[in-house]
């Protein structure tokens, strides 16, 4: 029953599930007679196509489609309407960020020209508003902003606007001081504005907007509501009035100490206040706060200067002209300072005539260069020794002002006059007029420089280095030197890389960010900071990836920065800048600074100026494979020298193997001898500077002073004491520089010879005041040997042709990285990592220019002992003909081994055989070797001890 049950049920349960009941009751019935399934499998079709006419049915509505609404007809006039629109904007935004590219790639000159052109059309704008009716929007707006601002004093702002902008275009590079004066300007505005408004007042907005303007502006108002508001308007005007002079004391940059002299100067410009010698100057003595062991004290330049006296006397009661520029006027009088001959003290005080010690402090200075120069005395001398008598000075004691050591680079004819002391024999050479003059009871002008005698003997000493003393020698103007544009501080090739290093960054996944950077003329360092916890070594690993992307081989990676926790990644700019010689010299640093051994190298990667002191190096060694500005630094080192010293104060010792390199310079007076383009007469130049250092360091041990410029100071000084009976004319040393152009080329010839002599140099000769400057092209182990490095402590490595020149000369990698023309790493003594830098460059005109300036003042006067050896030597004899060197390389060899073979002087010296027997030949004929005994090697003669004995009688120095 229940199974017939389940089966009844199951039946219509299908057909509900198939959705046809009649068909269900059917098969039901059919089943329950007992048929088998075959016929219902037939069925089965039958009820399919019944299902997909109602499926079909029941989808029918969905595909239909809404009708669709009749064309608008404005709808094509919206669309071009918008069409044309967007293209409009498309247009104009294009030409808009055009204009932007274009203004972030203008040159920084026209950028600041701009400015000034911009400061200049607003400054006739608001004048024609503000000083005429000027009508329109234009006049209403300038009425409304500057006169509503600046209420009564709106007169004077087109006034400071032009004033703004003639400094910009007067002085485009000057830019240092834009935020000082900034600030000075807003702080002066204020301060008078406020005062204004309360001279007038002090109305307040609720008065309405034309009593603002009568008054003080809106400016005004805001400076001194709020001191009126909380102190009262007899405290706020005092406070005005400091903020007043605040603002005038920057902007004129002034401190508070100078305003006296500052006022005096400008009395004295406007004629108000007569000059005299007690007028302030800002000269500072360095020299004489160092020699005093206490600060730097003013002195008076012009107070002992005859020429000075006559001049400011004569212009006494003249107005002087208009003040020049503060920037230039201490470039020029740091400049005429440093051009200044030395000259005697006691020069009278202006406004009074000159009496008898006026005369006889002049005159000693005049004096000096007659006696120690074998002249007769000028007509003042003899009015003087004749118009002084001894009664009217008896008792006295008369001294002599000496000028303060390398005040200025004196000229020659001062040289000799500060150089020489008064001696016996210098008193010998006087004329007969002197002693006359002191057997008549006259004073003799020869005793006011005369020193005591000193009873000690002085070492015998050669011909000092010194110029005649009839020459008044004058520094060559800088103007002979260009001027090169104001730096670029950013470009769009700068944006382009910083975008580029961020893309590298973020597609290997390091947490690091571009930060910053700094742009040289040559490369730009870009600062990358890194996040927590990432290893420096990311970045360093990324240096392929990185020159990939910014597309330059010449990536530099420095991990840190020296002295800040970033990455530097040094990349050269694609726009490059060049660096003039004459921009550098013309800092303010190199004015100021005038000791004759500075000279100018560059600017680095931060856009600083680079000078070095080669007295501080003491001596530089400069390589660099060929076309990378080796030369060029070459000519700066020696331009700057004979821009900043005369010959008294520098001599050189020029050797150019190449011929080509230094011929400009032949001629100039700071030669000490023509240039040398002999490889053997430069070792013989360089075993007379060994010999001339030797000399130097005799005076210095015989008079008790470590270093020769404390030697000079004590000549000058007069502290100098010469023994009785001594012939000697002491004089004070010039630095002496040596400048070797290539290096590799004199090794070649005289290794030995060579080495020896620069060895000893570089150990010994900085006190001296010798100093060298070793310069080749190919820094390999057997050119810049050992004992070279230890004692060149100053690098200037150009781009070498691999890392291991580099390392040669750096002792660390980085100069074939470099891009040559300039690009230069300077590695100073003392420093631990080299720094960077553009080399300056002079022109072949400007070098030319300066060369005939030089020449123009004055003859080189040169010394004959240079290229020449210590002692006459003898002829040589015919048969060692040119086989000297090698003849004295094979002795010292067998010598040295005790062993003669031929066969090993041809491997030692790699000479064929021929030479090789030719060469035992002669050692055989001079007692060297013993005879041939068939293959066996020769007996040696001559002990290792005799060496130095048998090759001076080689070389002809020595009898056999």
């Known amino acids: ?104 790639n203008l040159d920084p000159a026209h950028r600041k020209d701009g400015v000034a052109l911009l400061l200049l059309a607003l400054a006739l704008i608001v004048a024609a508003g503000t000083w005429s009716n000027l009508n329109g929007p234009v006049g209403d707006l300038v009425t409304m902003l500057i006169t509503g601002a600046f209420g009564r004093l709106d007169l004077l702002v087109p006034i400071l606007l032009g004033v703004m902008a003639v400094r910009f275009i007067r002085h485009p590079e000057q830019t240092d001081a834009n935020g000082r004066i900034g600030i000075g300007l807003s702080a002066l505005a204020i301060g ?68 006296p002299q500052r006022l005096r100067g400008l009395g004295i410009r406007l004629g108000v206040i007569a000059p005299n010698e007690y007028d302030a100057y800002d000269a500072y003595d360095e020299e004489g706060a160092a020699a005093e062991g206490g600060p730097g004290r003013r002195v008076r330049p012009g107070r002992h200067d005859p020429e000075q006296w006559r001049a400011r006397s004569g212009a006494a009661g003249d107005a002087a002209g208009d003040p020049a520029d503060p920037v230039d006027a201490a470039e020029q009088e740091a400049l005429a300072r440093r051009r200044r001959p030395r000259r005697g003290a006691g020069s009278p005080a202006l406004g009074r005539e000159m009496d008898a010690v006026d005369v006889a402090a002049a005159a000693a200075a005049a004096l000096d260069g007659a006696v120690y120069g074998g002249m007769p005395p000028s007509a003042l001398v003899a009015d003087l020794t004749q118009g002084i008598s001894a009664a009217e000075h008896e008792g006295a004691e008369l001294t002599t002002a000496v000028p303060p050591a390398r005040e200025a680079p004196a000229p020659p004819a001062a040289a000799a006059s500060a150089s020489v002391e008064a001696s016996p024999a210098a008193e010998a050479a006087a004329p007969p007029h002197d002693s006359t003059a002191a057997a008549s009871g006259t004073l003799a002008v020869p005793d006011l420089t005369k020193a005591p005698q000193r009873n000690e003997s002085l070492p015998p000493r050669a011909e000092q280095l010194q110029l005649r003393g009839d020459i008044t020698y004058a520094l060559p103007s800088l103007d002979l030197l260009e001027r090169g544009g104001p730096g670029k501080t950013r470009s769009a090739a700068n944006d382009a890389v910083v975008a580029s290093l961020t893309n590298v960054f973020t597609e290997f996944k390091v947490d690091a960010q571009v930060t910053g950077f700094t742009r040289g003329p040559t490369v730009t360092r870009y600062e990358v900071t890194l996040g927590a916890a990432v290893k420096v070594e990311r970045i360093t690993a990324l240096a392929k990836n990185i020159a990939y992307a910014v597309a330059s081989p010449d990536v530099r990676i420095i991990s840190p920065i020296p002295g800040k926790s970033a990455v530097g990644i040094e990349i050269p700019n694609t726009d490059r800048e060049m660096v003039n010689l ?52 070459i000519n700066c080192l020696i331009t700057s020298v004979m821009v900043r010293a005369t010959p008294e104060d520098v001599r050189m010792v020029l050797v150019d193997p190449k011929r080509v390199e230094l011929t400009a310079y032949e001629g100039i007076p700071h030669l000490i001898t023509p240039i040398i383009t002999n490889p053997k007469r430069a070792a013989e130049a360089l075993q007379w500077v060994v010999r001339e250092m030797d000399l130097r360091y005799d005076d210095l041990a015989a008079f008790g002073y470590r270093h020769i410029d404390d030697f000079n100071q004590a000549i000058r000084d007069g502290k100098i004491k010469l023994p009785p009976g001594s012939e000697r004319e002491l004089s004070p040393y010039p630095y002496l520089l040596v400048i070797v152009d290539e290096l590799a080329d004199l090794m070649m010839v005289a290794p030995r010879d060579v080495e020896d002599s620069i060895v000893r140099i570089t150990q010994l000769a900085r006190a001296a005041g010798i100093h060298l400057v070793l310069a080749t092209q190919r820094p390999s182990v057997d050119v810049v040997t050992g004992l070279i490095k230890a004692n060149v402590p100053s690098r200037l490595a150009f781009a070498t042709s691999s890392l291991a020149d580099s390392r040669v000369i750096l002792d660390q990698p980085g100069a074939e990285k470099l891009i040559g023309k300039g690009d230069g790493l300077f590695l100073p003594m003392g420093a631990n990592k080299p720094v960077r830098l553009q080399g300056a460059f002079v022109t072949e005109d400007e070098i030319a220019g300066i060369v005939q300036h030089c020449k123009d003042q004055m003859a080189p006067v040169f010394r004959d002992d240079v290229t020449v050896g210590q002692k006459q030597k003898k002829e040589i004899d015919e048969e060692i003909g040119d086989d000297l060197d090698l003849l004295c390389q094979a002795a010292e060899l067998v010598v040295t081994t005790q062993f003669g073979s031929t066969s090993m002087l041809q491997r030692k010296l790699r000479v064929g055989f021929a030479k090789a027997g030719r060469l035992m030949d002669l050692m055989e004929s001079r007692a060297i070797v013993g005879p041939s005994e068939g293959s066996k090697a020769r007996d040696v003669l001559v002990k290792p001890d005799e060496l130095d004995g048998v090759l001076a009688v080689i070389r002809g120095e020595t009898q056999p």
């Open 1 to 104: 029953m229940s199974t017939g049950v389940d089966t009844g049920n199951l039946g219509p349960m299908a057909s509900s599930t198939s959705g046809k009941g009649s068909q269900s009751t059917a098969g039901t019935a059919k089943g329950r007679t007992g048929r088998t399934t075959a016929p219902a499998k037939k069925a089965a079709p039958a009820r399919k196509p019944p299902a997909k006419k109602a499926a079909a049915a029941r989808r029918a509505p969905v595909r239909k489609v809404a009708a669709k609404p009749a064309p608008s007809p404005t709808g094509g006039v919206v669309r071009l309407v918008r069409a044309c629109w967007l293209g409009l904007a498309h247009a104009v935004g294009a030409v808009f960020r055009g204009i932007g590219n274009g203004a972030r």
């Open 582 to 633: 004459g921009d550098v010299l013309r800092l303010a640093d190199a004015a100021e600074d005038d000791h004759p051994m500075l000279v100018a190298l560059g600017k680095d990667v931060e856009g600083g100026y680079v000078m070095a002191n080669l007295a501080k190096m003491p001596h530089v060694l400069v390589a660099g494979a060929t076309g990378s500005g080796k030369s060029s630094c």
């Open 192 to 259: 008078v504005l406020g005062l204004v408004h309360i001279a007038c007042g002090a109305p307040g907005r609720d008065e309405g907007t034309t009593a603002m303007q009568n008054a003080g502006g809106l400016i005004g108002w805001g400076a001194s509501k709020p001191l009126i508001f909380t102190m009262g308007a007899p405290l706020a005007v005092p406070m005005l009035v400091l903020l007043t002079v605040f603002g005038l004391l920057v902007v004129t940059a002034t401190p508070v100490n100078a305003i």
